[in-house]
């Protein structure tokens, strides 16, 4: 059974930091995408960053630059730094994987909610100005 559960968020100033982890038990794909997802109060869930098994990368627009995935296959572990963080970046953020190159299929663009199919319960990262 695949089982998905994030840490590392927390309240942080206005251009401060934090890096969630997500740890995947259960796990035994060779090919795979994982990702990190948010929601804010009110608004619907959307993609922030993933990346395939190859090391390939997909970013939204908003943390170009801010944000970075990245994986320790050792550990099973996913991470998601986010520097110069925003008020606006306040959301739940979950972690989410499917064993598919997804990002081959989307050639540079972000996969969608519904490619995913394991989640986790989420974290709160709250940012205040």
């Known amino acids: 059974q695949v089982q998905l559960v994030e840490s590392g968020g927390g309240s942080v100033q206005s251009g401060g930091s934090l890096r969630l982890s997500c740890a995947a038990s259960?796990?035994?794909?060779?090919?795979?995408?994982m990702g990190w997802f948010r929601q804010a109060p009110g608004k619907e869930r959307e993609g922030v960053a993933a990346?395939?098994?190859?090391?390939?990368?997909s970013y939204a627009d908003s943390v170009k630059g801010r944000f970075t995935i990245s994986q320790d296959n050792a550990k099973n572990t996913l991470y998601l730094q986010m520097n110069s963080l925003k008020p606006e970046d306040t959301a739940m953020y979950y972690c989410?994987?499917?064993?598919?190159?997804?990002?081959?299929?989307?050639?540079?663009?972000?996969?969608?909610?519904?490619?995913?199919?394991?989640w986790g319960q989420g974290t709160q990262v709250t940012v205040s100005s």
């Open positions: 989410a994987a499917e064993p598919l190159n997804l990002l081959a299929y989307y050639s540079g663009g972000f996969p969608e909610e519904r490619d995913f199919g394991y």
């Open positions: 990346i395939d098994s190859d090391g390939s990368t």
């Open positions: 259960g796990y035994t794909y060779s090919s795979y995408c």
